[in-house]
Each structure stands twice: as structure tokens, then as C-alpha cells.
């Protein structure tokens, strides 16, 4: 009799599927248990962190914990870097380095790397691969290899309210005031004034708020529609349900 190939293919895929979701299972713990927050810090231990916070597991590079401050429900996500001096076990004195005010949010992969002080206010958005650091390199020697060479550091400050797109970079002495648009891969140093969009390499400011005419120039897409008031999580959840019916087959 022939041989029914669909019956020993499905047998041979069984421990292939078993195998794979014990490894999504194991995956899920590891997430949860490896996640810092204040209740679980783990082996970090930060300066300050804020009830609802939470480090996403498997962390980025992490040091000088004791001279970064984290505010409340912020949101870390994985591989994130975070640290405070150049190097780790270093003595910062007695001041805060890295700051970060109530409910900020860093994308995977970003970096802040703060030799001297920084500081990202409440509620600033940071999307995926951001890098803010207070060092660059020098190179006023034209005979010693620039990575020897003493790097030169300023502070950063990014005001409350801004949003960071992916890959921007945000160079020593950036000065970003409230509610910042940096458009995605932009390279930020210098001042930007409140509620200004920059874009670019380097960045520049390419749209802006004036409280007599608006946004000039003018925004080219209508405002989104906001919630009704009145509308409660449940009802958000449910149609979010909806949705999720309609795409499934």
C-alpha cells in the first residue's frame, strides 16, 4: 500500500511544535521574571525608581545605577542602555547624573549614555535605537588615534512632552524645550525653542508654533478625531476585540 506522506509529516512536526512552545513559554517567564521595577530591582540598584516602572528583560548595558534617578511609569524597553560616569564602579560624587522624569518612555535599543549630566522631562516618547549622550569624541591632536584622545562633554536637556523619532541622535550640549518633534534619524545638538519640529543631519527647524497664527508652515493633514468623552476602557477593549475578530479567519 502506499505510503501516506501527510500522516508521517504531521507526526514528524509534533515534537517540533511541542519543542517550540515550550520554548515561546520559556521565553514569556524570562520576560517576566528578568523585568526590573521597584518592588523587583534585581541586581540594579538605581538612585531612585518610581512606582510602574519597568525595565523590559533582557536589559541593555547598565551602570552607575546609583546615580540614575527613574521616575514613576516609565517604560524601558529591552536592550535598553542606561549609564551614568565612563566607566562602571566609579565614585560620581554626591549629585544625580541621569534623570528621568515621570512616565518616559525609551524604545528598544536606544542608548543614554550620560558622562555628565542628563536630564529627559515627564512624558517624553523615544522611539526605537535613540541615542542621547552627553561625550563625543575629540580629535585636536591630528597625531594620536581619536579614540585615545580625552573626549569633550556637555550637558543634555530634553524638556517634558517631546518626542524622539527611531535612530535620532542626540549630540552633547542639546538643549530640547517642551513638546520637541525630532523627526526620525535627525542628529540634535544645540537649542531647539518649545513646541518646534526638527528634522535632519544636522537638524533644523522646519516647522514651529506661533500663538497667532499656529503651526507655520500650516500642517498638511487634518487633526485626528479624539475620543469621545464618556467612552470607558471596557468599550476601547471591546472594539479593540472587534477588530481582532474581523482579522482572524
Same mark, same amino acid.
Given at each position: 500500500?502506499?505510503?501516506?506522506?501527510?500522516?508521517?509529516?504531521?507526526?514528524?512536526?509534533?515534537?517540533?511544535?511541542?519543542?517550540?512552545?515550550?520554548?515561546?513559554?520559556?521565553?514569556?517567564?524570562?520576560?517576566?521574571?528578568?523585568?526590573?521595577?521597584?518592588?523587583?530591582?534585581?541586581?540594579?540598584?538605581?538612585?531612585?525608581?518610581?512606582?510602574?516602572?519597568?525595565?523590559?528583560?533582557?536589559?541593555?548595558?547598565?551602570?552607575?545605577?546609583?546615580?540614575?534617578?527613574?521616575?514613576?511609569?516609565?517604560?524601558?524597553?529591552?536592550?535598553?542602555?542606561?549609564?551614568?560616569?565612563?566607566?562602571?564602579?566609579?565614585?560620581?560624587?554626591? +549629585? *544625580?547624573?541621569?534623570?528621568?522624569?515621570? @512616565?518616559?518612555? !525609551? #524604545? =528598544?535599543?536606544?542608548? &543614554?549614555? $550620560?558622562?555628565?549630566? /542628563?536630564?529627559?522631562?515627564?512624558?517624553?516618547?523615544?522611539?526605537?535605537?535613540?541615542?542621547?549622550?552627553?561625550?563625543?569624541?575629540?580629535?585636536?591632536?591630528?597625531?594620536?588615534?581619536?579614540?585615545?584622545?580625552?573626549?569633550?562633554?556637555?550637558?543634555?536637556?530634553?524638556?517634558?512632552?517631546?518626542?524622539? +523619532? *527611531?535612530?535620532?541622535?542626540?549630540?552633547? @550640549?542639546?538643549? !530640547? #524645550? =517642551?513638546?520637541?518633534? &525630532?523627526? $526620525?534619524?535627525?542628529? /540634535?545638538?544645540?537649542?531647539?525653542?518649545?513646541?518646534?519640529?526638527?528634522?535632519?543631519?544636522?537638524?533644523?527647524?522646519?516647522?514651529?508654533?506661533?500663538?497667532?497664527?499656529?503651526?507655520?508652515?500650516?500642517?498638511?493633514?487634518?487633526?485626528?478625531?479624539?475620543?469621545?468623552?464618556?467612552?470607558?476602557?471596557?468599550?476601547?477593549?471591546?472594539?479593540?476585540?472587534?477588530?481582532?475578530?474581523?482579522?482572524?479567519?
Amino acid at each position: 500500500m502506499p505510503t501516506n506522506r501527510n500522516t508521517f509529516s504531521f507526526l514528524a512536526r509534533l515534537p517540533r511544535r511541542a519543542a517550540s512552545r515550550a520554548v515561546h513559554r520559556g521565553w514569556s517567564w524570562a520576560q517576566r521574571a528578568g523585568a526590573v521595577t521597584a518592588e523587583h530591582p534585581g541586581r540594579l540598584r538605581f538612585g531612585a525608581i518610581g512606582p510602574g516602572t519597568r525595565l523590559a528583560f533582557p536589559q541593555g548595558t547598565v551602570f552607575g545605577e546609583p546615580w540614575i534617578e527613574l521616575g514613576a511609569h516609565c517604560v524601558i524597553g529591552e536592550q535598553v542602555t542606561l549609564t551614568a560616569g565612563m566607566m562602571p564602579d566609579l565614585d560620581l560624587g554626591a +549629585g *544625580t547624573v541621569l534623570t528621568l522624569g515621570d @512616565g518616559v518612555v !525609551l #524604545g =528598544r535599543g536606544s542608548h &543614554v549614555i $550620560a558622562d555628565t549630566t /542628563v536630564t529627559i522631562g515627564s512624558d517624553t516618547y523615544c522611539g526605537p535605537y535613540v541615542y542621547i549622550t552627553s561625550t563625543n569624541h575629540s580629535y585636536d591632536d591630528p597625531h594620536e588615534p581619536v579614540g585615545k584622545q580625552w573626549p569633550r562633554m556637555e550637558p543634555v536637556s530634553i524638556g517634558p512632552g517631546c518626542w524622539i +523619532g *527611531t535612530g535620532a541622535v542626540i549630540l552633547p @550640549g542639546a538643549r !530640547l #524645550g =517642551r513638546n520637541v518633534v &525630532v523627526a $526620525a534619524g535627525a542628529v /540634535v545638538r544645540g537649542e531647539v525653542p518649545d513646541h518646534a519640529v526638527v528634522a535632519g543631519a544636522p537638524a533644523r527647524v522646519v516647522r514651529s508654533w506661533d500663538a497667532q497664527k499656529g503651526w507655520q508652515p500650516p500642517l498638511r493633514t487634518p487633526a485626528p478625531v479624539p475620543i469621545p468623552e464618556g467612552v470607558t476602557p471596557e468599550q476601547l477593549l471591546a472594539l479593540g476585540g472587534m477588530d481582532e475578530a474581523r482579522d482572524t479567519p
